[in-house]
């Protein structure tokens, strides 16, 4: 059975690592191709969009994909938008990955807001420490806040024309430990932590960090992601994909 994997996720490449060696799928991964150096996958992996939905579709009829597994982040709405239709018209079935959100806990100080615009208004109209992980796509925004010191950490350098002027790039790729995720916000003296609402372990710490120096965060909420089938770990993905392969076989 031919499967196609949407990626660009810790969950994805778990998934991949648990597919590269079952016999019963042949599985693609893809990329959307943000990363220059992504890192290396146990199995093919095609990298860019496809041209949106019609590009979906033509790429799921041209190379016979049985069924898709969308293992997005939850901030990249679009893509499963189109995994949704694409799917939909080529009558592929399709299952999404669904990491689920962090839970405000007893000691957090969140502000949660609806969107990064919102999130720099948020950090107010006095100069303050800005610790900002969010991705390189977002951090124009913040160049609307100027009175602010920014320190935002990236794997890839931002592109965009307009940045905040008072910013400070971290180069580093997670996942960070609770001690080091203290100590780097100790060391910067931060006052307030710009994050979206990601989920997972890999870059929980720093929430759990913000906890401990009773920091606030402004979260971003999650927008409103189109789903197929949920499934909530590698594990169950490849539990759903063995269910429609005996569907398939059995001819249901
Ligand atoms: P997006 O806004 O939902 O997607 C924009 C376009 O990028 C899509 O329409 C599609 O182009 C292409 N695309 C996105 N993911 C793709 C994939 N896995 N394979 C092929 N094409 C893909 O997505 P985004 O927020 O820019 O995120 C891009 C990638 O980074 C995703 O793979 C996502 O999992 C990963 N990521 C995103 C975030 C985040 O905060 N947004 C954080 C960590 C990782 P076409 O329409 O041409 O097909």
Same mark, same amino acid.
Request: charged share 20%.
């Given at each position: 059975?031919?499967? @196609?994997? *949407? !990626?660009?996720?810790?969950?994805?490449?778990? $998934?991949?690592?648990?597919?590269? %060696?079952?016999?019963? =799928?042949? #599985?693609?991964?893809?990329?959307?191709?943000?990363?220059?150096?992504?890192?290396?996958?146990?199995?093919?992996?095609?990298?860019?969009?496809?041209?949106?939905?019609?590009?979906?579709?033509?790429?799921?009829?041209?190379?016979?994909?049985?069924?898709?597994?969308?293992?997005?982040?939850?901030?990249?709405?679009?893509?499963?938008?189109?995994?949704?239709?694409?799917?939909?018209?080529?009558?592929?079935?399709?299952?999404?990955?669904?990491?689920?959100?962090?839970?405000?806990?007893?000691?957090?100080?969140?502000?949660?807001?609806?969107?990064?615009?919102?999130?720099? @208004?948020? *950090? !107010?109209?006095?100069?303050?420490?800005?610790? $900002?992980?969010?991705?390189?796509? %977002?951090?124009?925004? =913040?160049? #609307?806040?100027?009175?602010?010191?920014?320190?935002?950490?990236?794997?890839?350098?931002?592109?965009?024309?307009?940045?905040?002027?008072?910013?400070?790039?971290?180069?580093?790729?997670?996942?960070?430990?609770?001690?080091?995720?203290?100590?780097?916000?100790?060391?910067?003296?931060?006052?307030?932590?710009?994050?979206?609402?990601?989920?997972?372990?890999?870059?929980?710490?720093?929430?759990?960090?913000?906890?401990?120096?009773?920091?606030?965060?402004?979260?971003?909420?999650?927008?409103?992601?189109?789903?197929?089938?949920?499934?909530?770990?590698?594990?169950?993905?490849?539990?759903?994909?063995?269910?429609?392969?005996?569907?398939?076989?059995?001819?249901?």
């Amino acid at each position: 059975m031919r499967v @196609l994997i *949407l !990626g660009g996720t810790t969950e994805a490449s778990a $998934l991949a690592r648990l597919l590269a %060696d079952d016999s019963r =799928f042949e #599985t693609t991964l893809s990329l959307a191709g943000r990363t220059s150096a992504p890192r290396a996958q146990p199995i093919a992996t095609r990298v860019g969009g496809f041209g949106g939905i019609d590009g979906q579709v033509r790429y799921l009829r041209d190379h016979g994909v049985d069924a898709v597994i969308d293992a997005t982040h939850p901030y990249a709405a679009q893509i499963s938008a189109h995994a949704v239709a694409a799917s939909a018209a080529a009558g592929v079935a399709l299952a999404s990955l669904v990491r689920p959100p962090w839970q405000c806990q007893e000691g957090d100080r969140w502000h949660e807001v609806v969107s990064t615009h919102d999130a720099a @208004l948020r *950090l !107010g109209d006095a100069p303050r420490r800005v610790f $900002l992980s969010l991705g390189r796509q %977002d951090l124009h925004v =913040f160049a #609307t806040a100027p009175q602010h010191h920014y320190i935002a950490r990236l794997i890839e350098t931002p592109q965009q024309a307009e940045l905040p002027a008072d910013l400070v790039l971290l180069h580093q790729r997670g996942p960070f430990d609770l001690e080091a995720e203290g100590r780097l916000l100790v060391d910067e003296r931060i006052e307030v932590i710009v994050s979206k609402n990601s989920g997972g372990e890999a870059t929980y710490p720093k929430i759990a960090a913000a906890r401990a120096l009773a920091l606030p965060v402004v979260m971003i909420a999650r927008p409103d992601k189109p789903v197929g089938h949920i499934v909530t770990s590698a594990e169950e993905a490849v539990d759903w994909l063995a269910h429609v392969r005996s569907s398939s076989r059995r001819g249901v």
